[in-house]
């Protein structure tokens, strides 16, 4: 009771922040669950659940404020809810050990792409196949599919293996590949973490790695995270989160790495 009480703030600190900008948190979930004393395989799945039900109670107040593309989600996701399955499935068969190597090295990936400065800039729009030139409302922008699709596949994989988020990866990769306006991007990253979080629960749910009782009372609060996150992101433009998420990311790929071999 008193490991599920502790988690329960940590998570609806981090929901918010997390909805705030996009982004799952399960590179945070994961790395506190863990160190509370939780085994990888079960902080993985109930990071999974937190992801979905935070990322879709925030995905609707960013739907109704038209911050969500649709179909540009359902272009460049279905490859990573598929992998993410895989990777959320294939984990079971891994040791514990060898899941905090790989989450410790994706949190070292994930802060250096938050590190990278995202400048929102218009494409220019190419009239050839792979490309999709795209109008959202008052914004055109154009999605490279020989690039964005593999890429995100491979997150998909390694997000639904390791329980987190891989929205700290497509956000900058729609804005700086895509042109995609930064609030649109956060918007429509809210909506592809929940599926993806959905499937990788799935995946690891198959191998008997998810604990209800640990993980709905966590999700509970996840909701109101996200809707409370959501709503700030609404109303306001944080200019200094992404360093800090970028420096906490690099210290927790530090602390799993020290978790390892102590």
Known sequence: MNTILLMGVIVLIISVLMAMVGKGGGNFYVLAMVLVGITMHE???TSQLIMLCTSAASMIIFSKNKKVDWKLALIIDPPTDIMAFFGGYF???L???TLKLMFAILLVGVSIFMFIRVKEKPLEQKKRFGYWNRTYGK?????NLWIILPITAIVG????ATGISGGAFKIPLMVMLCGVPMEIAVGTSSAMVAVTALTGLIGH???GNFNPMLAIPLAVIGIIGGIIGGKFAIKSKP???KKIFAVTN????IVMIINIVT
């Not at 994989?157 to 639904?160: D, K, L, Q, T, V």
């Not at 690099?250 to 790929?253: K, N």
Request: aromatic share 18%; no cysteine.
């Open 239 to 241: 200019k200094y989160l």
């Open 205 to 207: 749910s198959l191998n």
């Open 139 to 143: 914004y055109k922008y154009t999605v």
């Open 250 to 253: 690099l210290a927790a790929g």
């Open 157 to 160: 994989f390694f997000a639904g």
């Open 43 to 45: 902080a993985a799945s």
């Open 91 to 93: 984990a079971g068969r």
């Open 95 to 97: 040791e514990g050990i």
